[in-house]
């Protein structure tokens, strides 16, 4: 008798110690489970392009960092063309694999040549670019972009980085696809 009174009072221990475990970890786990307010801040930013004139940017917020949307002019990715050309580039071509997904490449690094989406953020130290279109507006030979304040990093309106300015690559492209002529969805890559 002695030993089934041992026997249950060891497997009673060890389901009340098991439910105890357990009570103790899902406080654990939960906190591994992002809250409403990070996948919000996670989820994909629809964009309407509609009223979005040639030569226009917007910015919007995807993950707490701001994506700018460019309608570009035809004088603009006449512009790019040129640059493509010339030595002034750091990566013409968007060669560095980690700066646009596998679908955005060429000079353009866009999906379509209109639109630029980029991530406005300068790859030097952080700062926030400002948009500067206008030709000769920072230097004589400036030919329009975006110009970093902090540290004078220089982009053009594909986003590549001049040479010789404390900038390394380019800016960066965010995932995104079309969902029709006049909306695009930044944070998901297309189907």
Known sequence: MTMNRRR?????????????VLAATV????YWTPSARARAIAAPVE???????????????WRGQPVWVLRRTPEMLQRLDALTESDELRDPHGEVA???????????RS???????????????GCV?????????????WPGGYFCPCHASRFDFAGRVFRGVPASTNLVIPPH????ESRIEIGVDPE
């Open 177 to 180: 696809r079309y969902l029709s």
């Open 8 to 20: 249950f009072l060891v497997a009673s221990t060890t389901v009340v110690g098991g439910a105890g």
């Open 98 to 108: 980690t700066q646009q997904p596998s679908y955005v490449s060429g000079a353009q």
């Open 47 to 61: 964009i309407n392009l509609e009223g979005l004139e040639p030569g226009q940017q917007i910015s919007v917020d």
């Open 111 to 125: 999906v379509n040549d209109e639109y630029l989406v980029v991530i406005a953020i300068c790859t030097h130290l």
């Open 27 to 30: 406080p654990f786990i939960s």
């Open 129 to 141: 670019p400002s948009f500067r279109p206008e030709p000769g507006s920072i230097t004589a030979d």
